[in-house]
Protein backbone atom coordinates (compact mmCIF):
# COMPACT_ATOMS: atom_id res chain seq x y z
CA UNK A 1 0.00 0.00 0.00
CA UNK A 2 1.80 3.07 -0.87
CA UNK A 3 -0.59 6.19 0.14
CA UNK A 4 -2.84 6.42 -2.45
CA UNK A 5 -5.70 4.60 -3.14
CA UNK A 6 -7.10 3.65 -6.69
CA UNK A 7 -10.74 2.39 -7.55
CA UNK A 8 -11.71 -0.04 -9.48
CA UNK A 9 -8.49 -1.53 -10.32
CA UNK A 10 -10.08 -3.08 -12.99
CA UNK A 11 -13.08 -1.53 -15.03
CA UNK A 12 -14.54 -3.22 -18.56
CA UNK A 13 -17.32 -0.53 -20.18
CA UNK A 14 -18.86 -0.17 -23.53
CA UNK A 15 -18.43 2.82 -25.69
CA UNK A 16 -21.77 3.89 -24.52
CA UNK A 17 -21.52 3.69 -20.65
CA UNK A 18 -20.53 6.36 -18.08
CA UNK A 19 -18.04 5.31 -15.38
CA UNK A 20 -16.02 7.00 -13.02
CA UNK A 21 -12.03 6.26 -11.60
CA UNK A 22 -11.37 7.53 -8.00
CA UNK A 23 -8.47 8.09 -6.26
CA UNK A 24 -7.95 8.92 -2.94
CA UNK A 25 -4.99 9.80 -1.03
CA UNK A 26 -3.87 11.14 3.03
CA UNK A 27 -0.45 11.54 2.82
CA UNK A 28 -0.98 15.70 3.11
CA UNK A 29 0.06 16.37 -0.50
CA UNK A 30 -1.46 19.00 -2.45
CA UNK A 31 -1.11 17.98 -5.92
CA UNK A 32 -2.41 15.61 -7.55
CA UNK A 33 -2.15 13.25 -11.22
CA UNK A 34 -3.85 11.75 -13.89
CA UNK A 35 -1.30 9.72 -15.75
CA UNK A 36 -2.14 7.51 -18.89
CA UNK A 37 0.02 4.73 -19.55
CA UNK A 38 -0.27 2.20 -22.90
CA UNK A 39 1.70 -0.52 -23.59
CA UNK A 40 5.49 0.49 -24.86
CA UNK A 41 4.56 4.21 -24.59
CA UNK A 42 5.72 6.52 -21.70
CA UNK A 43 3.49 7.65 -19.10
CA UNK A 44 1.49 10.18 -20.82
CA UNK A 45 0.76 13.08 -18.46
CA UNK A 46 -3.37 13.66 -18.77
CA UNK A 47 -4.22 15.86 -15.73
CA UNK A 48 -2.62 18.23 -12.84
CA UNK A 49 -4.23 19.55 -10.19
CA UNK A 50 -2.90 22.15 -7.27
CA UNK A 51 -4.54 22.86 -4.38
CA UNK A 52 -7.78 21.29 -6.12
CA UNK A 53 -7.45 23.55 -8.98
CA UNK A 54 -7.01 22.62 -12.19
CA UNK A 55 -3.31 23.90 -13.66
CA UNK A 56 -2.69 21.42 -16.42
CA UNK A 57 -5.04 19.70 -18.82
CA UNK A 58 -2.68 18.45 -21.61
CA UNK A 59 -4.92 18.14 -24.96
CA UNK A 60 -7.21 15.18 -23.61
CA UNK A 61 -10.31 14.30 -25.29
CA UNK A 62 -13.21 15.92 -23.89
CA UNK A 63 -14.94 12.15 -22.67
CA UNK A 64 -12.31 12.12 -20.23
CA UNK A 65 -13.72 14.35 -17.50
CA UNK A 66 -11.42 15.54 -14.12
CA UNK A 67 -13.03 16.31 -10.73
CA UNK A 68 -11.04 17.01 -7.43
CA UNK A 69 -13.46 17.93 -4.41
CA UNK A 70 -10.88 18.42 -2.18
CA UNK A 71 -6.45 17.66 -1.62
CA UNK A 72 -7.56 14.13 -1.01
CA UNK A 73 -9.42 12.91 -3.80
CA UNK A 74 -9.58 12.90 -7.31
CA UNK A 75 -11.88 11.34 -9.91
CA UNK A 76 -12.07 10.97 -13.29
CA UNK A 77 -15.11 10.66 -14.82
CA UNK A 78 -15.31 8.81 -18.31
CA UNK A 79 -18.17 9.18 -20.78
CA UNK A 80 -18.56 7.72 -24.77
CA UNK A 81 -15.06 5.89 -24.49
CA UNK A 82 -13.10 4.63 -27.65
CA UNK A 83 -11.46 1.04 -27.80
CA UNK A 84 -8.21 2.96 -27.92
CA UNK A 85 -8.75 4.31 -24.58
CA UNK A 86 -8.34 1.11 -23.33
CA UNK A 87 -4.82 1.55 -20.69
CA UNK A 88 -4.27 1.58 -17.32
CA UNK A 89 -4.82 4.86 -15.49
CA UNK A 90 -2.38 5.59 -12.85
CA UNK A 91 -3.41 8.15 -10.32
CA UNK A 92 -0.46 9.72 -8.04
CA UNK A 93 0.29 12.81 -5.59
CA UNK A 94 2.90 14.52 -4.18
CA UNK A 95 3.86 18.28 -2.06
CA UNK A 96 3.84 21.61 -3.70
CA UNK A 97 7.05 22.47 -3.53
CA UNK A 98 10.06 20.45 -4.88
CA UNK A 99 12.28 18.75 -5.25
CA UNK A 100 9.90 15.82 -5.18
CA UNK A 101 8.76 12.82 -6.26
CA UNK A 102 5.32 11.56 -6.85
CA UNK A 103 3.64 8.75 -5.27
CA UNK A 104 1.77 6.50 -7.22
CA UNK A 105 -1.50 4.46 -7.05
CA UNK A 106 -1.81 0.97 -8.37
CA UNK A 107 -3.95 2.26 -11.12
CA UNK A 108 -7.45 1.03 -12.98
CA UNK A 109 -6.98 -1.63 -15.63
CA UNK A 110 -9.69 -0.05 -18.27
CA UNK A 111 -10.91 -1.92 -21.40
CA UNK A 112 -12.92 -0.67 -23.50
CA UNK A 113 -15.48 -3.37 -25.24
CA UNK B 1 11.91 21.80 -21.40
CA UNK B 2 13.44 18.17 -20.16
CA UNK B 3 13.71 15.07 -21.68
CA UNK B 4 14.50 12.08 -20.54
CA UNK B 5 15.41 8.71 -22.24
CA UNK B 6 16.63 5.16 -21.27
CA UNK B 7 18.78 3.45 -23.20
CA UNK B 8 17.59 -0.40 -23.74
CA UNK B 9 14.08 -0.94 -23.82
CA UNK B 10 14.71 -4.61 -22.42
CA UNK B 11 17.82 -6.49 -20.33
CA UNK B 12 17.65 -9.81 -19.38
CA UNK B 13 20.54 -10.48 -16.40
CA UNK B 14 20.94 -13.98 -14.80
CA UNK B 15 19.95 -14.27 -11.19
CA UNK B 16 22.39 -13.47 -8.49
CA UNK B 17 24.85 -11.11 -11.42
CA UNK B 18 24.77 -7.36 -11.09
CA UNK B 19 21.87 -5.53 -13.45
CA UNK B 20 22.63 -1.61 -14.56
CA UNK B 21 19.54 0.11 -16.33
CA UNK B 22 21.00 3.78 -17.90
CA UNK B 23 19.42 6.76 -18.57
CA UNK B 24 19.95 10.18 -20.27
CA UNK B 25 18.60 13.55 -20.22
CA UNK B 26 18.20 16.71 -22.18
CA UNK B 27 17.84 19.53 -19.55
CA UNK B 28 21.16 20.48 -17.84
CA UNK B 29 19.37 22.37 -15.16
CA UNK B 30 17.33 19.31 -14.17
CA UNK B 31 18.25 18.77 -10.08
CA UNK B 32 16.34 16.09 -8.97
CA UNK B 33 15.98 12.27 -10.62
CA UNK B 34 14.21 9.39 -9.12
CA UNK B 35 13.78 5.73 -10.21
CA UNK B 36 10.99 3.84 -9.91
CA UNK B 37 10.19 0.54 -10.18
CA UNK B 38 6.68 -1.26 -11.50
CA UNK B 39 5.82 -4.57 -11.32
CA UNK B 40 3.21 -6.28 -13.26
CA UNK B 41 -0.55 -5.19 -12.37
CA UNK B 42 0.95 -2.77 -9.66
CA UNK B 43 2.01 1.47 -10.02
CA UNK B 44 5.10 2.96 -10.32
CA UNK B 45 7.25 3.06 -6.52
CA UNK B 46 9.76 5.02 -5.72
CA UNK B 47 13.01 3.38 -5.21
CA UNK B 48 15.63 5.76 -4.69
CA UNK B 49 16.69 9.55 -5.48
CA UNK B 50 19.39 11.55 -5.87
CA UNK B 51 20.11 15.57 -5.85
CA UNK B 52 22.15 17.17 -8.60
CA UNK B 53 24.90 17.94 -5.81
CA UNK B 54 25.77 14.46 -5.30
CA UNK B 55 26.96 11.94 -7.70
CA UNK B 56 26.01 8.51 -6.01
CA UNK B 57 23.75 7.20 -3.71
CA UNK B 58 23.29 4.10 -2.28
CA UNK B 59 20.15 1.93 -1.00
CA UNK B 60 20.09 -1.61 -0.22
CA UNK B 61 21.23 -3.67 -3.40
CA UNK B 62 20.58 -0.43 -4.95
CA UNK B 63 22.99 2.41 -5.97
CA UNK B 64 22.57 5.33 -8.47
CA UNK B 65 25.15 7.05 -10.51
CA UNK B 66 24.49 10.74 -11.56
CA UNK B 67 26.98 11.96 -14.36
CA UNK B 68 26.28 15.77 -14.89
CA UNK B 69 28.95 15.93 -17.68
CA UNK B 70 27.15 13.82 -20.09
CA UNK B 71 23.96 14.29 -18.52
CA UNK B 72 23.47 10.55 -17.97
CA UNK B 73 21.96 8.53 -14.66
CA UNK B 74 22.64 4.82 -14.02
CA UNK B 75 20.59 2.23 -12.05
CA UNK B 76 22.67 -0.61 -10.66
CA UNK B 77 20.94 -3.26 -8.67
CA UNK B 78 23.28 -5.72 -6.94
CA UNK B 79 22.63 -9.53 -6.92
CA UNK B 80 19.81 -9.74 -8.46
CA UNK B 81 17.08 -11.61 -7.56
CA UNK B 82 13.40 -13.40 -9.15
CA UNK B 83 11.21 -10.09 -7.00
CA UNK B 84 13.87 -7.68 -9.33
CA UNK B 85 12.22 -8.36 -12.37
CA UNK B 86 9.77 -5.17 -13.30
CA UNK B 87 9.93 -2.09 -15.19
CA UNK B 88 12.63 0.37 -14.24
CA UNK B 89 11.57 4.19 -15.29
CA UNK B 90 13.81 7.08 -14.67
CA UNK B 91 12.33 10.59 -13.81
CA UNK B 92 13.93 14.20 -13.81
CA UNK B 93 12.53 17.33 -12.43
CA UNK B 94 13.75 21.20 -12.82
CA UNK B 95 13.18 23.03 -9.46
CA UNK B 96 9.07 22.46 -8.81
CA UNK B 97 8.58 21.97 -12.49
CA UNK B 98 6.72 18.44 -12.86
CA UNK B 99 8.78 15.58 -13.15
CA UNK B 100 9.46 14.06 -16.95
CA UNK B 101 9.38 10.48 -17.34
CA UNK B 102 11.54 8.24 -19.79
CA UNK B 103 10.02 5.31 -21.41
CA UNK B 104 10.73 1.96 -19.12
CA UNK B 105 13.24 -0.67 -19.12
CA UNK B 106 11.72 -4.16 -18.58
CA UNK B 107 14.07 -6.02 -16.50
CA UNK B 108 14.17 -10.00 -16.70
CA UNK B 109 15.85 -11.75 -13.79
CA UNK B 110 16.66 -15.14 -15.47
CA UNK B 111 16.66 -18.18 -12.70
Known sequence: ETGVTQTPRHLVMGMTNKKSLKCEQHLGHNAMYWYKQSAKKPLELMFVYSLEERVENNSVPSRFSPECPNSSHLFLHLHTLQPEDSALYLCASSPLTGPYGYTFGSGTRLTVV | ?111
Open chain 2, 1 to 111: GESVGLHLPTLSVQEGDNSIINCAYSNSASDYFIWYKQESGKGPQFIIDIRSNMDKRQGQRVTVLLNKTVKHLSLQIAATQPGDSAVYFCAGQFGNEKLTFGTGTRLTIIP
